[in-house]
């Protein structure tokens, strides 16, 4: 699948496979920065994309960031519609009591190409049976209350 890729800046780096068989293709930061503890901030990546109809790239966390040092993609996955041409940024969220330095050329993300399955929309007045019915948070046994905020601990 040819995915058109525009480098925005010199320093930008194409969208790499590290390993034959990677789903992910990394994304790499054009500048130097610092994600605070609890911070979110939108990391450029200096790329712009030209996706084929009936795709999206997705955007998702790198999981050595992850598991080292608690720093993960704040909208996973992060979506490039077919329709943008915009920079691609990436928002990444440290999640740790630790600031992140970010290097520029540090590889930040992950990027992967995915179909879109477009959906028909029927308002209808009700809704099939099934067995879980309207059960949402804390259905299948881990409790949840949304009104006391109350969250499972694991």
Same mark, same amino acid.
């Given at each position: ?16 496979y590290e390993h034959p068989g990677d789903a ?28 084929? %109809? ?73 809704? %099939? ?8 948070f804390g259905s299948t046994g881990i409790a ?11």
């Open positions: 699948m040819l995915v058109k890729i525009k480098r925005l800046t010199a320093e930008a780096k194409l969208p790499g992910g293709a990394d994304l790499v930061s054009v500048e130097d920065c610092t994600v605070q503890p609890m911070q979110w901030v939108a990391v450029p990546t200096g790329l712009a994309a030209e996706v084929p %109809a009936g795709f999206e790239l997705q955007v998702r966390p790198r999981s050595g960031l992850a598991l080292r040092h608690g720093i993960t993609v704040l909208n996973t996955p992060g979506t490039v519609d077919a329709g943008y041409r915009g920079e691609i940024k990436v928002i990444l969220l440290n999640l740790s009591s630790t600031p992140f330095p970010i290097s520029k050329g540090q590889r930040i993300a992950q990027l992967v190409v995915a179909p879109v399955m477009y959906g028909q929309f029927e308002e209808v007045d009700e809704l %099939a049976a099934s067995q879980r019915g309207s059960g949402g949840y209350s949304e009104v006391d905020g109350d969250r499972p601990q694991h």
